[in-house]
């Protein structure tokens, strides 16, 4: 029986909604989305400022502020939904550096204990070893 890691339990309990949020999120969180959004507003611009014959959204490009407004509104959600899923991961991986960290803990004390116990017993090994001398020493004398 395989033994899940707590990335792999977290992963497996993510619904569609959380892989969908969190993919918008790093898509939007990345240089990629900059770059591709900058291009498109300036052929908008571009298209809208040089356009001859039809300007489908002329200056000061009140379709595009409402393109811009509609995406933030949907993307700010989506974005706190995300943050608020690490936030809960990195609280579980807390608890988990947390829990092996006091498991860690009460297996060096018990490993700690036997050691004493081992070396008390060898002292007290030596004790009566020397006391055996001592004895064969009275004794041949």
Known sequence: MKSFTWHEKHENSLSFGDRLSDNVANGMGSWRFIIIQT???IIWMGLNITGFVFHWDVYPFILLNLIFS?????????????????????????????QTNIDAKKEIETLQIRLNEIEV???????????????NDIKSV
Do not use: C, G, H
């Open 70 to 98: 509609t995406q933030a509104a949907y993307a700010a959600p989506i974005i706190m939904m995300s943050q608020n899923r690490q936030s809960k991961r990195d609280r579980i991986q807390a608890q988990e550096d947390y």
């Open 121 to 135: 017993q060898k002292l007290d090994k030596i004790i009566q070893m020397l006391d055996a001398m001592k004895l």
């Open 39 to 41: 291009v498109f507003v």
